[in-house]
């Protein structure tokens, strides 16, 4: 099982960036799967996740108006499109696959290797 996060890197503050994550070992069509993040120094912070039918979805206040997630069941892929990013954004983002959407860490099941975000002012 694994999750392969893709998307990260340098952006100007006011840019966008879009984060994709591919699953594979298995079907996670009836997972739950989302986004987290982790600044240095700082704990694990969730972002935002989506329910296995795409119809719910969940995000953190500091990402509410400025980031989307999105699913693509058949392909086994999430993705978080990020607009406006800001310098507090600069983390590095997991994808994460779990059996609801919950805001602590420890309740997701998978999680991908990261991708760095940074966010410049």
């Known amino acids: 099982v694994q999750l392969q996060a893709s998307g990260g890197g340098l952006v100007q503050a006011g840019g966008s960036l879009r984060l994709s994550c591919a699953a594979s070992g298995r079907t996670f069509s009836r997972y739950a799967m989302g986004w987290f993040r982790q600044a240095p120094g700082k704990e694990r912070q969730f972002v935002a996740a989506?329910?296995?039918?795409?119809?719910?979805?969940s995000y953190a206040d500091s990402a509410k108006g400025r980031f989307a997630i999105y699913r693509d069941i058949a392909k086994n892929t999430v993705s978080l499109q990020m607009n406006s990013l800001k310098p507090e954004d600069t983390a590095v983002y997991y994808c994460v696959a779990g059996t609801s959407i919950e805001l602590s860490p420890s309740s997701w099941n998978y999680w991908g290797q990261g991708t760095q975000v940074t966010v410049s002012s």
């Open positions: 989506i329910r296995w039918s795409g119809t719910v979805t």
